[in-house]
């Protein structure tokens, strides 16, 4: 098709209004997924962005369309991740379109990721066409949505599409919409090629498969392309189209989405949001907005097993090669031997992370609570990155510290608003701003720490507003703060992974929390353990844990010692991960104690 009959588009919505399902839907109704062979929700097709619910990797497809003059045109969808770790991934992604689906649930209404991902759009001069989802749903009110959409965003509804992507209504009424509405791409084929990379993942067999928008110019196979950030150089092995599968073709022109191979080593040398241009007719400038990723969170890997430790490197090494953002390196803890401090993008960036080593690697390992990177301003005039609470240096080393801060927006019903606003505080956050959104909701805007929202913030949101609260966050900076380290001992011996930093007027509270907590996650044993909270030397909480009685073992388990140690050693295998420090025998829970205080 000429590229006056191509449309690039995307979706973007807050996390389960039925993006997905829309997209499937639209992949069917098109004829591009038949739907004996749609495994539930094409787009999402890793087995953990489907168990979870939520897309993480965006993928592209390309759909053919006749609209109802008889016209083809060729749509390819982008889709986005939702969620908020990944929001340099969606604005890529939206780079690389020229309209965009907003689609919003008429039973909910606007949340904080619609807003946050309608600012992407803008920002990217996108044509958004509005969608109403879910409008089978008894408790749904498309009007009020409408009119909700209006005054929050200031976008023209009067033409939002009613749709229910469950049942299949109004499918076609969007793609018709898309067609009319979103402007095909300009036709910049003359220009020296300028191709925007949207994802990339890597095969084991073809190196890093590369997902672009070409922008100006074209591309084919046998070409020497440039990926401009990285510098690197490779020759084109195979262009091609999605449909959603993989279709090799000849060459891709500007306006037109697709993907290469060029036997790419690592992720890292063709990043999302990187330019290719060709080796021998270079682009004089990249397209704008490339990104370092830089990570925000940190926390500490230990196998469980020590002889773990080569295995944990080559999976992490193997994960690296398909996740730029995702860092490591090695890490020695008096408590836990050998390990890796690893950096990831978020919270949930982590957990997954952590998830495939061990599901995908069978790996057994020890997580240590995450913490964010602190910058140390020392007496001697040197300024230290702290990502590692145990290396913080000792005070009277350090001049001041600062912390990373996050402007946080808050979205909830009213009714709601004084326990967030309690919980904000609690964090630390320095309100901003308050605003009605509509006679019912209210959007409030902190500036808080990041280190106070790791953890159990975001589970705190959802209980305190019943689950109607929504959020978004992006760092703004960094602010001295007054921290300090907090120590952990336990029977008597510093165990650095239990480190936190903490600000000083919370210290005592969070030492005497915590210390609780541990005595009642470690299993006693057959001697009294002693579990300290100390800043510097100074010892500020403490709890015991009361020594098993020999005889109540006994009573139990009746007379086979050998046998009743077995059983007990395999009951806390299955059941736990232990760390043996010292003579104590410490469960995984328990490095995660600290988000988790009461
Ligand atoms: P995403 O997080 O935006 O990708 O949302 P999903 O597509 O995963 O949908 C979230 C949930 O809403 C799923 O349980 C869907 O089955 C459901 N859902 C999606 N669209 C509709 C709809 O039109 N009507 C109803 N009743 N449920 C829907
Ligand atoms: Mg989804």
């Not at 509005?130 to 005054?151: M, S, T």
């Not at 509804?157 to 109004?170: H, T």
């Not at 040398?269 to 330019?275: H, L």
């Not at 299955?574 to 104590?584: A, E, P, Q």
Request: glycine letters at 6%.
């Amino acid at each position: 098709v000429p590229v006056a009959n191509i449309r690039n588009f995307s979706i973007i919505a807050h996390i389960d209004h039925g993006k997905s399902t829309l997209a499937d839907k639209l992949l069917q109704s098109t004829g591009t997924v038949l739907a004996r062979d749609m495994k539930e929700q094409f787009l999402d097709n890793m087995d953990l962005e489907r168990e979870r619910g939520i897309t993480i990797k965006l993928q592209a497809a390309r759909m053919r369309f006749v609209d109802k003059t008889g016209e083809p045109y060729c749509l390819n969808l982008i889709d986005t991740p939702g969620h908020v770790d990944f929001s340099y991934e969606v604005s890529r992604s939206l780079a690389a379109c020229e309209g965009a689906l907003l689609v919003v649930d008429a039973s909910q209404g606007v949340e904080a990721q619609t807003l946050a991902n309608v600012y992407l759009a803008l920002e990217s001069n996108l044509e958004i066409i509005p969608v109403l989802n879910k409008i089978d749903l008894p408790g749904a009110d498309p009007e009020r949505i409408r009119k909700e959409i209006e005054e929050i965003i200031g976008l023209d509804c009067s033409e939002a599409i009613l749709c229910s992507a469950k049942e299949g209504i109004g499918i076609v009424e969007i793609l018709e919409s898309i067609v009319k509405k979103v402007p095909p791409p300009k036709d910049t084929t003359k220009e020296p090629l300028r191709a925007l990379i949207f994802d990339s993942y890597y095969d084991q067999y073809r190196g890093v498969i590369v997902y672009f928008r070409v922008m100006d110019g074209k591309v084919k196979e046998g070409d020497v392309v440039q990926f401009m950030a990285s510098g690197k150089e490779y020759e084109v092995g195979e262009v091609g189209v999605l449909s959603p599968v993989q279709m090799p073709v000849k060459e891709l022109f500007a306006g037109e989405v697709g993907y290469l191979a060029a036997s790419i080593r690592s992720v890292a040398d063709a990043r999302v949001g990187d330019t290719i241009t060709l080796s021998r007719a270079k682009a004089e400038k990249a397209l704008p907005g490339y990104q370092e990723a830089t990570p925000m969170v940190f926390c500490g890997l230990f196998p469980v097993d020590a002889d773990q430790f080569a295995e944990l490197r080559e999976a992490l090494e193997r994960l690296q090669l398909n996740d730029a953002a995702l860092q490591f390196e090695p890490e020695t803890s008096s408590a836990m031997g050998f390990g890796f401090r690893c950096g990831f993008l978020g919270l949930l960036h982590m957990d997954i992370v952590q998830e495939r080593l061990e599901r995908e690697y069978n790996l057994n390992l020890i997580t240590t609570a995450p913490s964010v990177v602190y910058r140390v301003h020392c007496v001697d005039g040197s300024v230290v990155e702290c990502s590692n609470p145990s290396a913080l240096p000792e005070a009277g080393k350090r001049k001041e510290i600062e912390e990373p801060y996050v402007r946080i927006e808050l979205l909830t019903p009213k009714d709601y608003i004084g326990s967030l606003m309690e919980l904000a505080q609690e964090r630390r956050g320095e309100f901003k701003e308050m605003k009605f959104i509509t006679e019912n909701r209210a959007s409030l805007v902190y500036s808080l720490p990041l280190g106070e929202m790791v953890g159990d913030f975001f589970d705190q949101l959802k209980s305190r507003s019943k689950g109607y609260a929504s959020m978004e966050y992006s760092v703004t900076g960094y602010k001295e703060s007054k921290l300090v380290r907090l120590d952990i001992l336990i029977n008597e011996e510093i165990v650095d992974p239990l480190a936190v930093i903490v600000h000083r007027d919370k210290a005592y509270g969070v030492g005497r929390a915590l210390t609780q907590k541990l005595k009642k996650l470690i299993p006693r044993q057959l001697f009294k353990i002693p579990i300290q909270a100390c800043i510097g030397s100074k010892v500020i909480a403490s709890e015991a844990i009361t020594p098993m009685r020999k005889d109540v073992l006994a009573k139990c388990y009746g007379g086979d010692i050998t046998r009743k140690k077995k059983l007990l050693k395999k009951q806390a295998e299955g059941k736990k991960r232990m760390k043996s420090v010292g003579r104590v025998e410490v469960p995984q829970d328990a490095f995660m104690a600290i988000l988790r205080l009461e």
